[in-house]
């Protein structure tokens, strides 16, 4: 019943930026805390993104200054903006409700030059 779709993904310059979209059907967002993964090759799945019922954020340290996690309620859709891209944030990215496994196809992003 719940469906979560990842776009938004490319192929980006180090330096550059991405904004990633996560809609949903099944859930409604805004009563969820919500959050962005991701998965490098050989790696487990790390979050690195969250954004609470009330509003309040999170972030990894590896990505706090550059990244940032919002929602628009009226569209049921929660985004990932990330700016300052580095070869190590190349990855499969998901959304997700936090503590569910309600995992979609993710959305690769892949940073080189």
């Known amino acids: 019943q719940v469906q979560l779709v990842e776009s938004g993904g490319g192929l980006v310059q180090p330096g550059g930026s991405l904004r990633l979209s996560c809609a949903a059907s099944?859930?409604?967002?805004?009563?969820?805390?919500m959050g962005w993964y991701r998965q490098a090759p050989g790696k487990s799945r790390e979050l690195v993104a969250s954004i609470a019922i009330g509003g309040s954020t999170d972030y990894a340290d590896s990505v706090k200054g550059r990244f940032s996690i919002s929602r628009d309620n009226a569209k049921n859709t929660v985004y990932l903006q990330m700016n300052s891209l580095k070869p190590e944030d190349t990855a499969v990215y998901y959304c997700?409700?936090?503590?569910?496994?309600?995992w979609g196809q993710g959305t690769q992003v892949t940073v080189s030059s």
């Open positions: 997700n409700a936090i503590g569910t496994k309600y």
């Open positions: 099944g859930i409604i967002v805004s009563r969820r805390g």
